[in-house]
């Protein structure tokens, strides 16, 4: 059973075929979603150099299972799509490979592309019941079918690739650009990626953004001639410190023994063999 886990993410939709043009035309704006009450900002990626980082192939493919090992306790995350569950945390239901929330709108949006591209689904006959629960814990209208359309759907590649996209769109990619913007390595992408999954983005102290902001108040990135190690341990203090405002992330784990493991080894292209520990579970990638 995955480990519970809770998010900051901020309400707001970019139109995705709005942002496919951005991302092939110009600079990249992205949102994130925000449990109920947060504040609402946006992450901005302009000039984004094109070397490679944790968009390679082979380093995407680690930062999946890092962030599964942590969400749903295994290095399967392709056996996820099917997941669901309330896990108690105000946002309603959990699920998918990113943990999409029917109370923060990602769950919505990932609902509303899948049946854009195939009307015909287990999950469409819901999307009213989705718009109407957004924002809030409810499971009005979706319980009981709820649950076993999400397993049905999940078979299908369609959903599985519409699961891909959205979890890209709103929190791979994002990451990934600013941290290039930033001059932080694959490491330092994945960091980024990880606290977006998990606080999503805002203009609240504990969202990316705001993580972000009390790590530049301690120490400056690369692109402004800062130290790389030393300004990732300032962002993963401010990551810990956000993580300790709810009782929830009481356990640090995901941070000081799956990501800065990595730092203090000097392991900033994130290459394997890596081992680390999340929620006193071990891991390994050869």
């Given at each position: 059973?995955?480990?519970?886990?809770?998010?900051?993410?901020?309400?707001?939709?970019?139109?995705?075929?709005?942002?496919?043009?951005?991302?092939?035309?110009?600079?990249?704006?992205?949102?994130?979603?925000?449990?109920?009450?947060?504040?609402?900002?946006?992450?901005?990626?302009?000039?984004?150099?094109?070397?490679?980082?944790?968009?390679?192939?082979?380093?995407?493919?680690?930062?999946?299972?890092?962030?599964?090992?942590?969400?749903?306790?295994?290095?399967?995350?392709?056996?996820?799509?099917?997941?669901?569950?309330?896990?108690?945390?105000?946002?309603?239901?959990?699920?998918?490979?990113?943990?999409?929330?029917?109370?923060?709108?990602?769950?919505?949006?990932?609902?509303?592309?899948?049946?854009?591209?195939?009307?015909?689904?287990?999950?469409?006959?819901?999307?009213?019941?989705?718009?109407?629960?957004?924002?809030?814990?409810?499971?009005?209208?979706?319980?009981?079918?709820?649950?076993?359309?999400?397993?049905?759907?999940?078979?299908?590649?369609?959903f599985q690739a519409a699961q891909n996209?959205?979890?890209?769109?709103?929190?791979?990619?994002?990451?990934?650009?600013?941290?290039?913007?930033?001059?932080?390595?694959?490491?330092?992408?994945?960091?980024?990626?990880?606290?977006?999954?998990?606080?999503?983005?805002?203009?609240?102290?504990?969202?990316?953004?705001?993580?972000?902001?009390?790590?530049?108040?301690?120490?400056?990135?690369?692109?402004?001639?800062?130290?790389?190690?030393?300004?990732?341990?300032?962002?993963?203090?401010?990551?810990?410190?956000?993580?300790?405002?709810?009782?929830?992330?009481?356990?640090?784990?995901?941070?000081?023994?799956?990501?800065?493991?990595?730092?203090?080894?000097?392991?900033?292209?994130?290459?394997?063999?890596?081992?680390?520990?999340?929620?006193?579970?071990?891991f390994h990638i050869g």
């Amino acid at each position: 059973m995955p480990t519970p886990h809770t998010r900051t993410r901020t309400f707001g939709v970019v139109p995705r075929v709005l942002l496919g043009l951005v991302l092939v035309a110009g600079p990249v704006t992205a949102v994130a979603h925000a449990a109920p009450g947060a504040d609402r900002a946006e992450v901005t990626s302009a000039g984004v150099a094109a070397a490679p980082g944790l968009d390679e192939l082979a380093k995407k493919e680690i930062a999946m299972q890092l962030v599964s090992s942590a969400e749903n306790s295994s290095l399967d995350w392709k056996g996820q799509y099917g997941y669901i569950e309330d896990i108690g945390d105000g946002r309603g239901y959990t699920a998918g490979i990113i943990g999409f929330c029917s109370g923060t709108s990602d769950m919505l949006d990932l609902v509303e592309l899948y049946t854009e591209r195939e009307p015909d689904n287990p999950l469409a006959p819901y999307l009213p019941a989705l718009r109407a629960v957004d924002g809030t814990d409810s499971h009005e209208g979706l319980d009981p079918g709820f649950t076993d359309a999400w397993k049905e759907a999940a078979r299908d590649p369609a959903f599985q690739a519409a699961q891909n996209d959205e979890r890209d769109r709103v929190y791979f990619d994002p990451a990934v650009n600013r941290g290039k913007e930033d001059g932080v390595g694959t490491l330092g992408q994945f960091i980024y990626y990880d606290a977006i999954v998990m606080h999503g983005d805002g203009n609240s102290d504990v969202s990316f953004s705001g993580i972000r902001r009390r790590a530049l108040d301690e120490a400056r990135p690369p692109s402004q001639g800062g130290d790389e190690t030393e300004y990732l341990h300032a962002f993963l203090d401010a990551r810990v410190w956000a993580m300790k405002q709810e009782e929830a992330h009481e356990d640090t784990s995901r941070v000081d023994t799956a990501q800065r493991v990595f730092l203090d080894a000097g392991n900033l292209s994130l290459d394997p063999p890596l081992d680390w520990k999340v929620y006193g579970d071990d891991f390994h990638i050869g």
